[in-house]
């Protein structure tokens, strides 16, 4: 089963690729790994070869008459130097975004939770050699910190955030909508600021009978849920991301919201309980593994 209910919601998942990736990126000693084997086999860790494991998928949500994207991957095609695991990928998605019962022309809204690289792929597509929106129709909705960060005159502009721009960005540009602060989507939908691991990150919280909350790259791995203080490479700022999470874990927990990132392979989320300053899962979502 790839389609799980929330309350008035539908949910859906639509895997582009998993790749594995080196436990060094995280800042959490070998010996924590062998102690929570029992959360992280197999679905998160290849613990022979020491990698840790991890999806690229977009999360699709029916709810109050819309359909809204929650990321949108890597994409097919793209120059991608800095991370050549998603380099010139050519992946099925767009079958499978068909196959999963979706029109592209039908998405009413994108949500880019940040602007990586793995996060805004899929905004756009190669046609006749040019990048045009892979969602004709779509508001996409991106933080406006990020857009400032990571835009030709921002703090976080480099050569491969030129790269992301010119090909699954600025293209969508006419369609684009920048926000700070909250922003309430729809009745059900609100997006969030969760700073940290790039200075615009958010995440979006699905209030339909059942509370869900997808927190983009908030956490990476599970490993994170019993270690929420454990940093990951790809966050910017990693005290402030660990303060985020701590906080989003807290508001999930109390809330009994499933909490739904990005990049977890297995079941993909998980309602999750405080035990002082560290959480456990309580529960995974009712989703078919990978």
């Not at 502009?157 to 293209?171: G, Q, R, T, W």
Request: proline letters at 7%; charged letters at 25%; hydrophobic letters at 40%.
């Amino acid at each position: 089963m790839d389609t799980v209910r929330l309350g008035r919601a539908t949910l859906r998942r639509v895997v582009e690729t998993r790749v594995e990736m080196r436990t060094a990126l995280f800042d959490t000693p070998a010996d924590a790994w062998v102690a929570h084997a029992g959360l992280l086999d197999p679905d998160f860790w290849n613990r022979p070869a020491d990698l840790w494991r991890i999806a690229m998928q977009t999360w699709v949500v029916e709810v109050d008459g819309l359909t809204v994207v929650v990321d949108t991957g890597v994409g097919n095609d793209r120059d991608r130097p800095h991370m050549p695991p998603l380099d010139h990928l050519s992946t099925t998605f767009l079958d499978d975004f068909a196959a999963a019962g979706f029109d592209t022309a039908d998405v009413d809204v994108v949500v880019n939770t940040h602007l990586h690289t793995d996060h805004v792929g899929w905004n756009t597509r190669l046609e006749n050699g040019q990048w045009v929106p892979t969602f004709p129709n779509a508001r996409y909705v991106m933080p406006e910190a990020d857009y400032r960060h990571f835009a030709p005159d921002g703090p976080g502009h480099d050569e491969a955030a030129s790269i992301v721009f010119s090909d699954s960005v600025l293209p969508v540009e006419d369609q684009m909508e920048l926000w700070s602060g909250d922003l309430q989507l729809s009745e059900s939908l609100r997006l969030r600021p969760a700073p940290g691991h790039s200075p615009g990150s958010s995440v979006l919280w699905l209030e339909a009978g059942r509370p869900a909350v997808f927190v983009g790259d908030l956490t990476h791995c599970p490993i994170q849920i019993p270690r929420p203080s454990d940093a990951c490479a790809f966050d910017v700022d990693a005290a402030a991301a660990g303060v985020t999470r701590k906080r989003v874990f807290t508001e999930a927990a109390r809330a009994r919201a499933l909490m739904i990132p990005a990049h977890y392979p297995g079941r993909g989320g998980a309602t999750i309980v405080a035990r002082g300053d560290r959480f456990d899962v309580d529960d995974w979502l009712d989703i078919d593994a990978i």
